[in-house]
């Protein structure tokens, strides 16, 4: 079984930054992609980024790319989201997520672990 714990979130003006971190109890931290997704107020949760195993590759989904950076700690098994230039759309909890396996997957139906999720809030 694994456990996440996500935290980092928090009240910030547009253009201001944040980073999430998640942390994950258990040894198969290294051996699993990692992602992050959020679900905003009335919306469906979505896809944001993800990481593989290794750090080796990420993905992005095209609402936060280039603003947006995931990255991951092996050694303090700690996957972070570091978010940059926010905008009021960028309002939702965001939830982590440990895949299956070490492939990586913008499909949420391939997460089999979830942390509670923390609160984003950007004002404008």
């Known amino acids: 079984q694994v456990q996440l714990v996500e935290s980092g979130g928090g009240l910030v003006q547009a253009g201001g930054s944040l980073r999430l971190s998640c942390t994950a109890s258990g040894r198969t931290f290294s051996s699993k992609a990692m992602g992050w997704f959020r679900q905003a107020p009335g919306k469906e949760r979505e896809f944001a980024a993800a990481?593989?195993?290794?750090?080796?590759?990420?993905n992005y989904a095209d609402s936060v790319k280039g603003r947006f950076t995931i990255s991951r700690d092996n050694v303090k098994n700690t996957v972070y989201l570091q978010m940059n230039s926010l905008k009021p759309e960028d309002t939702a909890i965001y939830y982590c997520?440990?895949?299956?396996?070490?492939?990586?997957?913008?499909?949420?139906?391939?997460?089999?672990?979830w942390g509670q999720g923390t609160q984003v809030t950007v004002s404008s």
């Open positions: 990481i593989s195993y290794n750090g080796g590759s990420t």
């Open positions: 997520a440990a895949a299956g396996g070490m492939a990586i997957t913008r499909n949420s139906g391939r997460y089999d672990y």
